[in-house]
């Protein structure tokens, strides 16, 4: 029989060689399914992660649940402390926005969101928030002259 290697399996005989090659594709398969699972999560999880971030951006409104002006003024000054040691800190900016716009300081938002915008120039939300803080404030500012 010469080179010919063969292997008893399931009642019968194979060559040895076909044996490996149905393992190894059985193997890359199974890699395969596994890393695309590994990704489908990922994306996923970030997908989720995003839609949970703009809802707490995207509205120019006051939320309902509104905390005492001086924890909010508290609030503030941490997100301030941090912006001063990391400018480019997305949560900390992201936060003052949002306690910002509780407190209804329109003038103190538009900085804040303008270094969002800048740092995130594909996101629409900023844009459209700034945008409508600055009609507001533009708004005031005719109706007080």
Do not use: C, W
């Amino acid at each position: 029989m010469g080179n010919l290697e063969l292997s008893f399996t399931h009642g019968f005989y194979m060559p040895k060689r076909r044996i490996e090659r149905i393992a190894a594709v059985i193997s890359i398969v199974s890699f395969g399914g596994s890393m695309i699972f590994g990704a489908v999560q990922a994306v996923s999880s970030g997908l989720n992660q995003d839609r949970e971030i703009r809802p707490a951006v995207a509205s120019a409104e006051p939320s309902s649940v509104s905390l005492p002006k001086s924890e909010m003024q508290a609030q503030a000054r941490e997100y301030e402390l941090v912006l001063k040691s990391e400018p480019d800190n997305q949560f900390a900016l992201e936060g003052l926005v949002q306690v910002r716009l509780q407190m209804r300081d329109r003038k103190g938002v538009v900085q804040p969101l303008e270094k969002l915008v800048k740092l995130n120039p594909t996101k629409q939300e900023y844009k459209t928030l700034l945008a409508q803080v600055k009609q507001e404030l533009g708004n005031k500012t005719k109706v007080q002259s």
